[in-house]
């Protein structure tokens, strides 16, 4: 059983939280929280142990009325890895007291690439995390380009990639972030971070990205082309995609025509605060010319990395292999979401067996 710590309690660490503690082989010690606001309910409600992430804020929880089991340093003494989701750049400064502690840490994709020994995809860099002591989960965006492309790489062999991020401005509960009124190039310079990421986890793979932010907070959007080695047909990339567990197709036909309606896709299916763990590519803009792949794809920013995350820990902690990983990850979260629209018969007694 391995014992995790969850260092910051906001959007990916509530999540990862979440995750951790429905995993049969981990056990979630507690998480910290900054400041004693409305997520310390959240906390409370799932029985989870709370530390304070700063030592010098007990009183403030104290006059809040919030019992703590401790402060950070309590909570990195009690657990076999920590998973730092802190603000981005905090991790960083947090990385010397995990030292001090020696406690392994698991950072997110705000921080840079130096911060750990390793960055990690379960899909394409699952090895590079085992015994290291420090971990590097890529960010959302470049989570979701990790996964497309690694497969369209061994399938296909890439020649050169070139994307266009078009990123949310900022999350739902971040009420003051923008734009609000434009569609504003960040960064103006190309490549924008997300391709040298990618080479994070696929070192030799040509990749050009250039980014936008948009005043949406729900998901953001990728436009990809891709040109391959081989000629590839438009329904061997359906397939070849539709194959893998961390990306969902998005059926034809279905009405899902932006974020709005797969979040509320999501909600229907019963996934908790409508997280789409998933790539959600849409099947209809898989196009073909010659050797060039085009597509589409949504990316659920403050959802992709979740699983991700639980595969470090186990990467790090564990002999499970990348396959039996994430396969364990997949299971118990409920990870690869799929449509019967357009497939096959569209079976009650099918879908409910799902459930
Ligand atoms: N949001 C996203 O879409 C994605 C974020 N990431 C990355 O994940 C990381 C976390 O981002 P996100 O969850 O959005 O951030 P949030 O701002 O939502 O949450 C950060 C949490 O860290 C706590 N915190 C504040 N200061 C400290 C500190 N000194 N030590 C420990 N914890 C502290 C905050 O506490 P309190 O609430 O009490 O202030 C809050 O609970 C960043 O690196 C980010 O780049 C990666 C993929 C997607
Ligand atoms: O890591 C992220 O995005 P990124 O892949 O564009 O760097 C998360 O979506 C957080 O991005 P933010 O820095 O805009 O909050």
Redesign the pocket.
Known sequence: MTRVGVNGYGTIGKRVADAVAAQPDMELVGVTKASPDYGVEAAARRGYDLYTAVDDRTDEFAAAGVDLAGTLGDLLDAVDVIVDCAP?GVGERNAPVYEAHDTPAIFQ??EDAAVAEASFNARGRYEAARDADSVRVV????TALSRLLAPLDEAYGVEKARVT?V?RG?DPSETDRGPINDIVPDPATVPS??GPDVNEILPDLAVDTA?LKAPVTGM?THSVNVTLETEPDESGVRDLLGDEDRIFLVPEGAGIDGAGALKEYAADAGRPRSDLWENCVWAESISVTGRDLYLFQNVH?EADVVPENVDAIRAMTTDVDAAASMARTNETLGVGLRSRLGNDELGRAELAADD
């Open positions: 981005s994709g705000g960010s959302c965006n470049t991020l990123r900022g971070h997300h980014a953001h920013q």
